[in-house]
């Protein structure tokens, strides 16, 4: 059996296959960024919430925010091979290499993030050759969950935004300034936090103050994360993975269409592609 791992900084999707990629066993956990959690509560999730579940794992394939460096990989690495029998190998790498592997197989193209985070790279087909430096929602991110969710409460706590939206925001969360303002400053995984109202803004796209917010982060987003590659006009494939790219498509392909980027594929997380490339590659080496 395989286990593959997709490990946003929201929510981690595990799923357990055979060598023929049938789905055996489907278990949702939090997000396991390394840059957020310790090695002892990435492995303490870990066999609490998943080894209990799976059974006659021969390898992991661990794709997460938070991954692409090898300090941080290993970290993950060392944290789930606490609970795994000597003989199962550990693969752990980026969202992103996930994003590339999962839209375009071994097709070489641009893939990108939009979820709770957003990045990008440039695929050859077998490995990642460049890629836009990952800062995080304070420094860049533009497009993603908490980056929206960030800008949409500071007007609505500005009172900037219609009285009757932001009466339903405090009906439906009831939350007060102080409880948001400690939420974000003073407690752990403010991203997460802010990135969680996504359902709300979405709820409200329509309105002209929240359509703006998304189209000014889209175009932001392009600007950062896509325009910067001298390759962007001669690639046959652009893909966009993650909630946030797939829930806000409408948004995301018309800001596209403006700036002349065609996107090829827009999935809402890589999983089904990842499944399918580990196992044609497993069977080619066998």
């Known amino acids: 059996m395989w286990l593959f791992a997709d490990s946003g900084s929201t929510k981690t999707d595990w799923r357990l296959v055979n060598q023929e990629g049938e789905l055996q066993v489907s278990v949702e956990t939090e997000g396991l ?14 066999q609490e919430k998943v080894c209990e579940k799976v059974y006659d794992v021969e390898g992991v394939f661990f794709y997460g925010a938070g991954c692409g460096k090898p300090a941080k990989a290993n970290q993950v690495k060392r944290a789930l091979k606490r609970t795994l029998p000597s003989s199962c190998s550990v693969e752990v790498a980026g969202d992103i290499l996930a994003a590339a592997r999962g839209s375009l197989q071994g097709q070489p193209g641009i893939s990108c993030i939009l979820g709770t985070g957003a990045n990008s790279c440039i695929y050859n087909g077998k490995m990642i050759i460049d890629s836009a430096p990952s800062l995080g929602y304070m420094l860049s991110d533009w497009g993603s969950g908490t980056v929206m969710c960030k800008d949409f409460l500071g007007l609505l706590f ?73 390759q962007l006009h001669t690639v046959k494939s652009i893909s966009v993975v993650g909630s946030i790219g797939y829930y806000y498509q409408k948004y995301l392909l018309q800001v596209a269409d403006e700036l002349g980027i065609s996107i090829h594929k827009i999935l809402k997380n890589p999983m089904d592609g990842l499944v399918e490339f580990h196992c044609s590659t497993i069977h080619v080496n066998h």
């Open 158 to 230: 500005q009172q900037k935004l219609p009285q009757y939206m932001i009466e339903d925001f405090l009906d439906t969360y009831e939350l007060t300034t102080v409880q948001v303002l400690d939420k974000i400053y003073n407690q752990p995984l403010a991203n997460r936090f802010l990135a969680s109202f996504s359902p709300f803004l979405l709820k409200y796209a329509e309105e002209a103050a929240v359509t703006k917010i998304i189209t000014q982060n889209f175009k932001a987003f392009f600007n950062y994360y896509v325009l910067r590659y001298p």
């Open 33 to 46: 960024n390394p840059y957020f959690l310790t090695d002892h509560e990435i492995s303490n999730t870990f």
